[in-house]
């Protein structure tokens, strides 16, 4: 009998947490499969330990908890990538504690993954639930293009997604620790499978939800995580062999045209586009940054994960 274990990496978010857990706990279960659930708390004072221990009773899962002290997301990953070994179980899934999920979610992403052989990564959809106050102009920047079922990725990230162990076992993957407190280490950790052979694909269908809290529903917030975002790919880039002038030539030309064409929709009054044109020139932006080693703490705070 295959066995899942769900991982949910948390830090002082207790609310959100008691959230995901209980919807966790109304998922169909795919025939034939166990299922246990691992929080990984990164707060050294174990705040998330009376969250679990409140749920566990009635539970319909075993449900562990694990205190990394090691402060840094890439290092509770990796605890649970370790802890989902000790369990022996065959598929590691992640999800964000400040997500909850469809009741069908994991049938669809084990189902997919089985229907393609069973040893691929499955990366599912994630839907945003803004507050009522966001402004109507900010609702769309939200608003992914979803990938088809079936789209071929070079990369994806943790917040949904299925993970045969093969990946971490017999391939060794774990996620980069150096720098502990940066952001796009579960990009870079696929990016570095699909350089070993690895195949990630997209199912549209095992939706989660992220609630977005107010404080994060505005341009500020989505500027900083598109620059954050642009540092990340640098790295991506010079590993595909790109050289520095290349990326910076290439990357210098789009900045200035999406800065210019940020200034014509502010003119004519498209704040929507103005803000569109904008999120991409950051982005672009962080790529510069990323190319001369500049390095962000995503992770330096509660608000910034």
Request: proline share 5%; net charge positive; charged share 25%.
């Amino acid at each position: 009998m295959p066995k899942i274990n769900i991982c949910i990496c948390t830090y002082q978010r207790p609310k959100l947490l008691t959230d995901c857990l209980q919807s966790l706990a109304s998922i169909v279960v795919p025939s034939e499969t166990e299922v246990t659930v691992t929080v990984i708390d990164n707060d050294q004072t174990g705040s998330a330990k009376p969250t679990v221990t409140g749920l566990a009773e009635t539970f319909p899962f075993n449900i562990y908890y694990h205190c990394e002290s090691k402060r840094g997301i890439p290092c509770a990953r990796n605890r649970a990538v370790d802890e989902t070994h000790r369990l022996g179980s065959d598929y590691l899934i992640f999800i964000d504690d400040d997500e909850w999920v469809e009741p069908l979610w994991l049938d669809r992403l084990y189902t997919y993954c089985q229907n393609q052989g069973g040893n691929i990564v499955v990366s599912g959809g994630v839907i945003y639930e803004l507050p009522d106050e966001t402004p109507e102009d900010i609702r769309p920047l939200f608003s992914q293009k979803q990938q088809p079922t079936g789209t071929l990725l070079e990369s994806c990230a943790t917040n949904n997604v299925l993970v045969p162990i093969f990946i971490t076992k017999t391939l060794s993957l774990r996620f980069e620790e150096s720098n502990p407190l940066a952001g796009g280490t579960d990009t870079i950790f696929f990016h570095e499978a699909v350089k070993a052979g690895v195949v990630i694909k997209k199912c549209a269908e095992a939706l989660v939800h992220e609630t977005v809290p107010e404080n994060r529903a505005t341009l500020k917030w989505l500027s900083k995580r598109k620059f954050r975002g642009g540092v990340t790919l640098a790295w991506r880039e010079r590993q595909k062999g790109r050289s520095t002038f290349s990326i910076v030539t290439f990357t210098g030309r789009k900045l200035l045209v999406n800065l210019f064409l940020t200034s014509v929709m502010f003119l004519i009054g498209n704040k929507y586009k103005q803000k569109k044109r904008w999120l991409r020139a950051c982005r672009l932006l962080g790529i510069l940054s990323g190319v001369f080693g500049l390095r962000v703490d995503s992770y330096k705070s509660v608000d910034g994960e």
